[in-house]
């Protein structure tokens, strides 16, 4: 199948709420839509012909100290897994970091599971992005909604406000 990418600011009917407000000041942002059943990873890939090196994944941290809990985002490509317990936890200075529970993932991003992305996350949570991630020249992410993707350029993402870029592998 094809994916027919448009600008996302002409199509934010596709996106969540809050990546629609967000949308307009990431440059280059295209949206597509699919079909919410191949909103998964490897799915996705298998039946539209990205590469798994060309989609990034957003996680959803959980980073807990002295009874606080903090959140954060890590957006790594989809070919690597996040160092949740060894770089997130340090660079977030938590006790304990653990993938956050997905009813409160949905709950606090306003975005449904399978679709998170950086775009329009709490104000208050970091960004954080693979550097792997920041170097490539255009990656597939959630729209916020399971029945489409984005398509950005990795500055972009590193380019956020509260982005920062690290290596976030183990």
């Known amino acids: 199948m094809t ?4 600008p996302a600011t002409d199509r ?5 709420d809050p990546v629609a407000r967000a949308v307009p000041g990431v440059t280059g ?4 839509e699919i079909d919410p059943d191949l909103a998964d990873t490897a799915a996705f890939c298998e039946k539209y012909g990205v590469t798994l090196e060309e989609s990034a994944n957003c996680v ?3 980073a807990k100290r002295g009874g606080e809990t903090r959140y954060a985002a890590c957006m ?7 160092d949740v317990n060894g770089v997130v ?3 977030l200075d938590a006790r304990k970091a653990s993938f956050a529970p997905m009813a ?3 709950e606090l991003t306003g975005m449904e599971y ?3 992305t950086p775009l329009g996350l709490p104000e208050e949570w970091p960004i954080l992005v693979d550097t792997h991630v920041a170097e490539h020249p255009r990656v597939v992410i959630g729209s916020g909604v399971r029945r489409s993707k984005l398509a950005v350029a990795g500055a972009a993402l590193a380019g956020l406000k509260r982005a920062e870029v690290l290596s976030l592998a183990g």
Do not use: Q, Y
Request: proline residues 0%; neutral net charge.
């Open 60 to 62: 959803v941290v959980a």
């Open 76 to 82: 790594v490509l989809a070919t690597m897994r996040v």
């Open 104 to 106: 409160e993932a949905v």
């Open 114 to 116: 399978g679709g998170i």
């Open 12 to 16: 934010t009917d596709l996106l969540a």
């Open 89 to 91: 936890r340090k660079h």
């Open 3 to 6: 994916l027919l990418w448009v």
């Open 29 to 32: 942002a295209e949206v597509a």
